[in-house]
């Protein structure tokens, strides 16, 4: 296939990297910035630069933030050729997918909203690999009208590039499930470096220290979008979480040793549940008629 991807930071740059690594697709690339498509034209990471005309290709990935997804499609979709699947990359759909699939079909595009679960600390192609998707989830939202060969064709091409496990949902269900699976996580791990106590840290730590901050270096011109745009679930989310530590909190205050253990007890009890089903979970979910 002839694949452009409009976007070269880390997931479109590692998307570029790994169609060029493990597929024999012609691989395209549009940059805002001139000089990041450059950059990776010369390390022949993609066959070629894209700037206005973009007829020709059958699959175009927009790999950019939301606000800018919409801007794309709408000046670019004029001038692709009947028959091409649009895929995103966004983290929140909201009504992205139902919006950008109206401004496509008068063109005869079809679009697919998709969220590839991989990603690092850092941003940019600077810090793209070709490896980023090995054994990762790859989730789609399609429509009720959405051919089921555009689904099974971006599967195909996803699972080329080391995705392992697919989930097909409803846009609402992904973003209810991101808001607990990826934000509320990046929102724990921001509230959680706030403590004065930091400075101290080094000598201090290990693993789980780690494991929980990890993730407070995120982009914030990327996630302050991403919550904003999908606040009601994140809210839903943090109100569960609030209560859960509070539970904790009166325990603890009470001196009430019981009621630690069996919160400590309950919480491991669901987890080792959590790890016996994604054991078990088979390779394709779908979970578009599932409500949460």
Not at 204 to 230: K, Q, V
Request: hydrophobic share 40%; proline share 4%; net charge negative.
């Amino acid at each position: 296939m002839k694949v452009l991807i409009a976007g070269l930071g880390l997931i479109g740059g590692s998307i570029a990297k790994a169609l060029h690594a493990y597929t024999e697709h012609g691989v395209f690339g549009w940059n805002r910035t001139l000089a990041t498509a450059q950059k990776a034209l010369d390390e022949n990471v993609i066959d070629g630069i894209i700037t206005d005309d973009c007829s020709g290709f059958d699959v175009v990935i927009v790999c950019l933030y939301p606000p800018h997804i919409r801007k794309w499609v709408k000046e670019h979709v004029s001038t692709m050729s009947e028959g091409t699947i649009i895929i995103d990359v966004s983290g929140v759909k909201t009504d992205l997918p139902q919006e950008m699939a109206d401004v496509c079909a008068p063109f005869g595009v079809h679009y697919l909203s998709t969220h590839p679960m991989a990603g690092k600390e850092r941003a940019g192609y600077d810090v793209s690999d070709e490896d980023l998707y090995q054994g990762a989830n790859f989730i789609m939202t399609p429509l009720p009208d959405t051919p089921k060969y555009v689904v099974a064709q971006i599967k195909n091409l996803a699972h080329q590039i080391g995705f392992r496990r697919f989930v097909i949902t409803t846009p609402e269900m992904h973003d209810r499930m991101i808001a607990y699976t990826s934000q509320l996580a990046h929102v724990v791990s921001s509230s959680y470096v706030e403590s004065p106590v930091i400075e101290l840290e080094c000598g201090f730590s290990g693993g789980s220290f780690h494991d929980m901050t990890r993730i407070a270096t995120m982009n914030e011109d990327m996630w302050t979008g991403l919550f904003m745009e999908n606040k009601d679930s994140l809210l839903q989310e943090l109100d569960i979480l609030i209560g859960n530590l509070q539970n904790y909190r009166k325990a603890l205050a009470d001196g009430d040793e019981k009621q630690v253990y069996e919160l400590i007890r309950e919480g491991r009890l669901r987890k080792e549940q959590n790890l016996q089903n994604r054991r078990s979970a088979p390779d394709v979910i779908d979970l578009t008629k599932k409500k949460v």
